[in-house]
């Protein structure tokens, strides 16, 4: 199984950056997916699900700015992030998950800075 995450970046306050995670190795339409991210010195924390239903959900730091889809054709999971503030900055992982079953990917650095 892999999940391949990238489009993280050096991106200024108030800016937008598009993530992507492309999976392998499952049967992608069966999994819930999600993207989680982990600041220096912090645990790591969900910051968008979507369900293989296609109901999402969104940490209370990113509802109105960040929006979670999918393509269960490509086998793709995007986390589009606009008016990006400094405290987003973190490693962002890409999830997918089925029951207590759960795959995470490598992580792509995201960094929001001026």
């Known amino acids: 199984v892999q999940l391949q995450a990238s489009g993280g970046g050096l991106v200024q306050p108030g800016g937008s950056l598009r993530l992507s995670c492309v999976a392998s190795?499952?049967?992608?339409?069966?999994?819930?997916m999600g993207w989680y991210r982990q600041a220096p010195g912090k645990q790591r924390e969900l910051v968008a699900r979507i369900s293989r239903y296609g109901i999402s959900n969104y940490a209370d730091s990113v509802k109105g700015r960040f929006t979670i889809s999918r393509d269960n054709a490509k086998k793709t999971v995007h986390l589009q992030m606009n008016s990006l503030k400094p405290e987003d900055t973190a490693v962002y992982y890409c999830?997918?998950?089925?029951?207590?079953?759960?795959?995470w990917g490598q992580g792509t650095e995201v960094t929001v800075s001026s």
């Open positions: 190795g499952i049967i992608f339409r069966d999994y819930d």
């Open positions: 999830n997918a998950g089925r029951g207590r079953i759960h795959y």
